[in-house]
């Protein structure tokens, strides 16, 4: 069986990573959650909360390693031992920009592949800024994550009202 990468910021792990991350578990024997350090979105967690939030939902998982790393994903996957990104897809527009970035990885990485999953419909509207917003705007995201990972956001952005 393949190793796989579920490569992402993760700023915060969602039930829609999660679903996706299972889901890939079934697919793969091992899966490596890596949470990226170098990133050009601006997190509102650091990476090291990033990894602790992850580690601890997917603490109870055979099968799911969390981790975090720093550089070009395709070096970070060789270094492992995996060969195959696993990434999500909501929309159109993750296609487009997924199927970019998996053939600007296919000239670095022409050994690893990339394996496009759909999201399930029921997160399929989710995404980090959007809970970011509404925990923000003092609205209740508990469908969206877990209720470690949700206390975790409500703690950092009152902070930041305060």
Known sequence: MSKA???GSFDPIS???IDLARRGLRIF???TVAVARDTSKATLFPAEERVDMAAEVFKDTPGVTVTSYK???VDYVRSIGANVMLR???????FEYEFQMALT???FADDLEAMFMMTSNKYSFLSSRFIKEVVALGGDV?????PQVEKRLQEKLARRSS
Not at 88 to 94: C, E, L, P, Q
Not at 142 to 146: E, I, K, L, T
């Open 71 to 73: 550089g070009m994903t």
């Open 88 to 94: 999500g897809i909501r929309t159109v527009s993750d």
């Open 105 to 107: 990885n296919r000239h």
């Open 29 to 31: 024997g091992e899966l």
């Open 142 to 146: 508990s469908a969206f994550v877990p």
């Open 5 to 7: 990468v579920y490569p």
């Open 15 to 17: 039930y829609g990573h």
